[in-house]
């Protein structure tokens, strides 16, 4: 604690000696150590709202140089089995790198076919704007509505000079038109006036219809091939425990899904947070849907061999945060506890309490706009509302009640709802004229009690003190442990040279 | 704010042994059982000057929030332009869209797309000017996603709808019902990656319904601490994949779900972490 403060807050008040150059060290722990060179690479490589983080602060240079060293101890305590190279957190990686390839491939073919697009695709398309269309083929099924334009052209030119009903055969194929509907002639014929705008949406159309084609075949070549567990995934929605981590969910042609692994593609839908499911349609789902994204994944990296290398190292480099944020977990986050008494002590030591505004207590009906008129009806007959059946302003109800609001502020309320509540006067019941909170749901109200300006109490204190004990807690233990791992790895920052390097260390890459 | 500022003070009393000032106040919006919470910008508190707000929709750069404006008294409904970050950027009218305004909002790239009625106006992401529309299939078509090729509209009582437009504007879009999953539908977004559609419900009940793309119910997810959801969006950061739902609460928010950069906000893990 004391050797972090120290480089912290004196860094460069130690006159250094020597001429260090970029290969003298900056940081030295027992495992690792940190060059000149290297502390200068790795700030300019920082993105820039990271080293604002240091920027801002009364010592960017010392603060950032002690980072570095807690970062590299850091580094080392995830390197193993626990956290980095865990199942999970390297399931977790995966689907990074499937998802990162699912967008890169499918910006690259985007890419590709809209280059591809001829003047003759744009003649065509001009041709048959405006005709939508139904069919159905012996491989496709039944199909549409779709634009003409977006199928085949073969395909196009001969749907559009057929009547419904008829067939045609192509390459092999047999098409059957259903139905067609064509936009009024006139309509078709302003498009195509603006020019501009009409060659932009056409491209669009022919670019997305192609690579959504295209993407659909990838996937049924998967889903022909996949065999999903239906007993397992049963179980594992049910009783996770029982099962080998090993067992299989779901394979296909060139890969498969183990239950651990499944663990892992949940955590990374969660991104962290556990999540135990209890719906197989969810399961298989994600299991058909990481199967698809795995054999895309599997072409890009055929066919982009160099940007796939890219995508890997920051699927790498995101298994390194997610394997950082379960060491702090575990070593911080788990280790906190705000118990009530902590709180209760916090609040008794407050030199001043704040005061809490006025805040009113009101009495609701909720109604959709079809039945408005009637529930006005019962209040005009003088019946009881609350008979009407419908619960209250849900935002606002106090726990277990029905009708009755917790106690509500007027910056709360809706703004014409706010104005009047708060301007009825102590016993005035009367039900007030509905207000329209959100769309089509009616929220009639009256008053029940005025609560007046009053010294906060523990409970109305209670969550905002909790909160900040927490951080500060938080920021405690984690001090703790940072030390603790200091001393573990003899953290060791190069005083004697910090204070003759160029103050930018944007330079110290090229000392 | 007074509150927490007397906590803080209260707090470093207490306990010295920090790195520098503790930060008090961190937003802790509500989270779902199964998706993380990572982003939250109050609406009303950002610009908006009512909580009439209804739908979204994401250029490739910024958010469009729809705005009923009709309901406060104006002629017609606004749109608002927030950054990725929640920064009020901009604003500017809807063309003749009275009430509640435009709903939900889609894009493909070019257009932005809304409906007040049964007709689907669309407006240029790059001038912001209205160009064009088309009908729909419901009036007003509320929820909207787009994934490509085809549009999904659904509304309070409605199925989900699959329809094509065939670029002609004035025409009538061709639709058929593609899902009975959704449960009273005022937003829509279409996942890619997931390879399915999301669907916020306006029931009051925090339901966000996830339909596979044979229109078949993946699954029903709650999302706690919200009630009343308008609009949905996808804004894909890449890598990351960010769901946006717009929350009509008190105020009117949008939260957006997937990867957790909140780490980043701790003071000395915060210096540790960025510099992975």
Redesign the interface.
């Known amino acids: 604690?004391i050797k972090?403060?120290a480089v912290?807050a004196v860094a460069f008040l130690l006159a250094g000696c020597g001429s260090p150059n970029g290969n003298s060290w900056l940081i030295r722990t027992a495992t690792d150590e940190v060059s000149v060179k290297e502390a200068g690479i790795?700030w300019i490589e920082?993105?820039p709202e990271?080293r604002i983080?240091?920027l801002s602060?009364n010592n960017p240079v010392g603060?950032f140089v002690?980072?570095?060293g807690?970062?590299s101890m850091?580094?080392e305590e995830i390197d193993n089995e626990t956290y980095l190279y865990s199942p999970v957190v390297q399931t977790m990686r995966d689907c990074?790198l499937t998802?990162?390839s699912?967008?890169a491939y499918?910006d690259s073919i985007t890419s590709q076919v809209r280059e591809n697009i001829s003047e003759g695709d744009l003649s065509n398309y001009r041709e048959l704007?405006?005709?939508?269309v139904w069919y159905s083929s012996e491989t496709e099924g039944q199909q549409?509505?779709?634009?003409l334009p977006?199928l085949g052209w073969a395909v196009a030119f001969a749907f559009d000079s057929m009547d419904t009903g008829s067939t045609v055969e192509i390459e092999g194929l047999v098409y059957t038109l259903d139905s067609v509907?064509t936009?009024?002639r006139h309509?078709?014929d302003?498009?195509l006036a603006d020019t501009d705008?009409?060659v932009?949406?056409?491209i669009?159309?022919l670019a997305?219809?192609r690579?959504?084609r295209h993407l659909a075949s990838l996937?049924n070549t998967v889903l022909e091939s996949i065999n999903i567990d239906s007993a397992a995934v049963a179980t594992y929605c049910t009783r996770r425990g029982s099962m080998e981590d090993s067992a299989i969910l779901a394979s296909w042609n060139s890969g498969s899904i183990s239950v651990l692994e499944f663990d892992g593609i949940t955590t990374f839908?969660?991104?962290?947070?556990p999540?135990t499911?209890t719906?197989a349609?969810?399961v298989s789902?994600n299991l058909?849907?990481q199967a698809?994204?795995s054999y895309i994944t599997e072409i890009y990296a055929e066919e982009n061999p160099d940007d796939f290398i890219t995508i890997q190292q920051?699927a790498n480099?995101?298994a390194?945060?997610k394997a950082?944020?379960l060491l702090?977990t575990a070593n911080?986050t788990n280790m906190v506890v705000v118990p009530d008494s902590m709180v209760l002590e916090?609040y008794s030591?407050?030199?001043?309490i704040?005061m809490m505004p006025e805040s009113r207590i009101f009495e609701s009906v909720?109604v959709s706009g079809d039945v408005l008129d009637e529930a006005l009806a019962m209040v005009n007959n003088g019946d009881d509302l609350l008979e009407f059946g419908n619960p209250g302003y849900?935002?606002f109800l106090a726990p277990g009640t029905e009708f009755l609001s917790r106690q509500v502020y007027p910056t709360?309320?809706?703004?014409s709802m706010e104005t009047t509540l708060f301007l009825l006067e102590e016993g005035d019941s009367q039900w007030q004229r509905p207000i329209?909170?959100?769309?089509?749901?009616f929220v009639i109200y009256r008053l029940v009690e005025i609560i007046p300006p009053h010294t906060?109490s523990f409970e109305e204190?209670y969550e905002?003190?909790k909160?900040?004990?927490l951080?500060?807690?938080?920021?405690?233990r984690?001090?703790?442990w940072?030390c603790e791992l200091e001393q573990n790895y003899d953290l060791q920052i190069n005083h004697e040279i910090l204070g003759d390097l160029p103050e930018d260390p944007s330079l110290w890459g090229s000392l | 704010m007074?509150?927490?500022a007397?906590?803080?003070v209260?707090?470093?009393a207490?306990?010295a042994?920090?790195?520098?000032a503790?930060?008090?106040?961190?937003t802790?919006p509500g989270?779902d059982?199964?998706?993380?919470e990572?982003a939250y910008f109050d609406l009303e508190g950002g610009g908006i000057p009512?909580?009439y707000t209804?739908g979204c929709g994401w250029d490739g750069v910024d958010f469009w929030i729809t705005n009923?404006a009709g309901?406060a008294g104006s002629s017609t409904g606004m749109f608002y332009i927030f950054d990725h970050d929640g920064i009020l950027t901009d604003s500017f009218p809807q063309v003749n869209a009275p009430g509640?305004g435009l709903?939900d909002l889609c894009c493909?790239?070019?257009y932005m797309y809304g409906s007040v009625s049964s007709s689907i106006d669309y407006y240029d992401i790059t001038t912001r000017a209205k160009?064009g529309n088309f009908i729909g299939p419901i009036s007003p078509n509320r929820a909207l996603a787009y994934?490509?090729?085809h549009f999904y509209t659904s509304s309070?009582s409605t199925d989900v709808y699959q329809?094509?437009w065939?670029?002609?504007?004035?025409?009538?879009a061709?639709?058929?019902i593609w899902s009975t999953a959704a449960t009273s539908a005022?937003g829509a977004a279409w996942d890619?990656?997931?390879?399915?559609l999301w669907v916020t419900s306006?029931n009051?009940s925090g339901i966000l319904d996830?339909i596979?793309a044979d229109g078949?119910?993946?699954?029903h997810h709650t999302l706690s601490g919200l009630?009343?959801m308008?609009g949905a969006t996808m804004a894909?950061m890449?890598?990351v994949?960010e769901l946006y739902v717009l929350a009509?609460?008190?105020p009117d928010a949008m939260h957006g779900y997937?990867?957790?950069p909140v780490?980043?906000q701790?003071?000395?893990?915060?210096?540790?972490?960025?510099?992975?």
């Open positions: 604690m972090a403060l912290s790795r920082m993105a990271a983080r240091f602060g603060d002690t980072a570095l807690r970062n850091v580094t990074w998802n990162s699912f967008i499918t704007l405006g005709k939508i549409g509505p779709e634009r977006e509907v936009s009024p309509l078709i302003e498009t705008r009409f932009a949406f056409a669009n159309s997305e219809s690579v959504k996937k839908l969660s991104i962290g947070r999540y499911t719906s349609s969810w789902h058909n849907n698809r994204l920051e480099d995101f390194v945060d950082s944020e702090y911080v916090a030591v407050m030199d001043s704040p909720a849900r935002e709360e309320l809706p703004q329209e909170v959100v769309e089509d749901l906060a204190m905002s003190i909160l900040g004990l951080v500060h807690l938080e920021e405690q984690t001090m703790e940072i | 007074k509150i927490l007397l906590v803080s209260m707090a470093v207490a306990f042994m920090t790195d520098a503790p930060q008090i106040g961190v802790q989270v059982t199964w998706l993380e990572i009512n909580a209804v009923g309901q509640w709903r493909d790239g070019t160009v994934d490509g090729t309070f329809l094509i065939d670029g002609v504007s004035g025409s009538t061709a639709s058929t005022y890619a990656l997931g390879d399915c306006a009051g996830q596979a078949s119910l993946i699954a009630s009343t308008g894909g890449y890598p994949n009509q609460g008190s997937d990867v957790n780490a980043l701790r003071d000395t893990w915060g210096s540790i972490k960025v510099l992975f």
